[in-house]
Nanobody, 121 residues
């Protein structure tokens, strides 16, 4: 199973980016999917997750109201729409999949390679 994230890049503070994560297998449609991030010198942290049905979503307090997670099961893809970006959002963003609706790093079953988001001030 592979998760391929894309959409990272350089953006000015206040701007927007949309990350995408494509899963290699349709079976992941039954998985919770989401995003974690890791800034330089920091531990990897939870960002957002969405249940397989799309009904349940969780966000970290630091991104709530600015980021929106969504999924398209027909395309085996999950998205993270990021708005009102801040320099502290600068990090490598990792796509994840889990059999549980969880915000805990140890509950994630699959990890994609990260995509770098850099927010300039």
């Amino acid at each position: 199973v592979q998760l391929q994230a894309s959409g990272g890049g350089l953006v000015q503070a206040g701007g927007s980016l949309r990350l995408s994560c494509a899963a290699s297998e349709r079976t992941l449609n039954r998985y919770t999917m989401g995003w974690f991030r890791q800034a330089p010198g920091n531990e990897r942290e939870f960002v957002a997750v969405i249940s397989w049905s799309g009904v349940i979503t969780y966000y970290s307090d630091s991104v709530k109201g600015r980021f929106t997670i969504a999924r398209d099961n027909a395309k085996n893809t999950v998205y993270l729409q990021m708005s009102s970006l801040k320099p502290e959002d600068t990090a490598v963003y990792y796509c994840v999949a889990s059999t549980e609706i969880s915000r805990t790093i140890h509950d994630m079953d699959y990890w994609g390679k990260g995509t770098l988001v850099t927010v300039s001030s």
